[in-house]
């Protein structure tokens, strides 16, 4: 049986994809057979006439997954906005169907997954053909989710609205990691202590700049078996 978990963040450029990178391969190094999978990636990259999905690309390098990155991703879209912008500037709607087909075949192919999620929990994936948000998907694929946060001025009010919202929309937060995260700043330590305080949710991982490695107790834990 697979088990997975679904990365979000309490905005864009948090470092969603840099946590699902070491996540993956920590996994990996302890001998789980782990992979990737993100339903849509704004902002592709085109090299040599080939569309790169940077992100999707860079976690399967970090764990060592020698694949396409392209069959780890459902919708590939050039332009740097929201993936339901993106797409209606490409002409080409996402569909809840389609990723939640996708989704089966990466099941298929490890017994753990991180799904990466775009941009904060709020995030429109479709406002046209079928409206089609972030918990509409997360739901539908049957994840809990880890919430990846900075660990700076501002993150107690991103954090507790990311986490408040999750939990409306009826869905389980496993923990949050805060990243970029330095021990010997009293306001940062402060703000891990008082974003557990106020969502009840525990920091699983503080994350330092350019750690390579996770340290979370129980890893394999955060993982739900769907």
């Known amino acids: 049986?697979?088990?997975?978990?679904?990365?979000?963040?309490?905005?864009?450029?948090?470092?969603?994809?840099?946590?699902?990178?070491?996540?993956?391969?920590k996994m990996r190094e302890l001998g789980y057979n782990c992979?990737?999978?993100?339903?849509?990636?704004?902002?592709?990259?085109e090299c040599a006439g080939e569309i790169i999905p940077g992100d999707c690309d860079y976690v399967l390098k970090q764990a060592g997954i020698s694949a396409p990155a392209s069959d780890y991703v459902s919708y590939i879209f050039k332009p740097a906005v929201s993936p339901h912008l993106a797409a209606q500037i490409e002409n080409n709607p996402i569909r809840l169907n389609k990723i939640k087909g996708d989704f089966e075949k990466i099941k298929k192919k490890?017994?753990?997954?991180?799904?990466?999620?775009?941009?904060?929990?709020?995030?429109?994936?479709?406002?046209?053909?079928?409206?089609?948000?972030?918990?509409?998907?997360?739901?539908?694929?049957?994840?809990?989710?880890?919430?990846?946060?900075?660990?700076?001025?501002?993150?107690?009010?991103?954090?507790?609205?990311?986490?408040?919202?999750?939990?409306q929309q009826g869905i389980n937060v496993k923990g949050i990691i805060l990243n970029n995260y330095n021990k010997d700043d009293m306001m940062q330590v402060d703000n891990k202590n008082q974003v557990e305080n106020l969502t009840g949710i525990n920091v699983v991982e503080t994350v330092a700049d350019n750690q390579d490695d996770l340290k979370i107790n129980n890893i394999e834990s955060v993982f739900k078996e769907l």
């Open 1 to 25: 049986m697979t088990k997975g978990v679904f990365i979000t963040a309490t905005g864009t450029d948090v470092g969603k994809t840099y946590i699902s990178g070491l996540l993956v391969k």
């Open 35 to 45: 992979g990737y999978y993100k339903p849509a990636l704004s902002g592709a990259v």
């Open 110 to 167: 490890f017994d753990y997954v991180v799904v990466e999620g775009a941009g904060g929990i709020v995030c429109p994936f479709n406002l046209k053909e079928e409206k089609l948000m972030l918990p509409d998907i997360i739901k539908a694929l049957g994840l809990d989710i880890l919430v990846v946060a900075s660990a700076s001025l501002g993150t107690i009010n991103s954090t507790v609205l990311t986490v408040e919202y999750a939990k």
